[in-house]
């Protein structure tokens, strides 16, 4: 059985007919959770609580650094 690291990569490259189209999508209203301030411990607790509404409301977030 060959070992992943055996096999050339051009295997893993797909041909450009067969690769997914690149486009831009906005989420809007997506939550953006901004960890630039994450040293503070009162920011980090904030923080963690908008992680923990973003996944119970949206299922997902954006992690930003401004």
Excluded: Y
């Amino acid at each position: 059985m060959p070992v992943h690291r055996d096999i050339p990569w051009e295997r893993f490259i797909q041909d450009p007919e067969h690769r997914p189209k690149l486009s831009t999508m906005e989420a809007q209203g997506m939550p953006l959770i901004d960890l630039s301030s994450s040293d503070d411990t009162e920011a980090t607790e904030e923080v963690v609580k908008e992680i923990g509404s973003a996944c119970k409301e949206w299922g997902i977030f954006q992690v930003i650094r401004t």
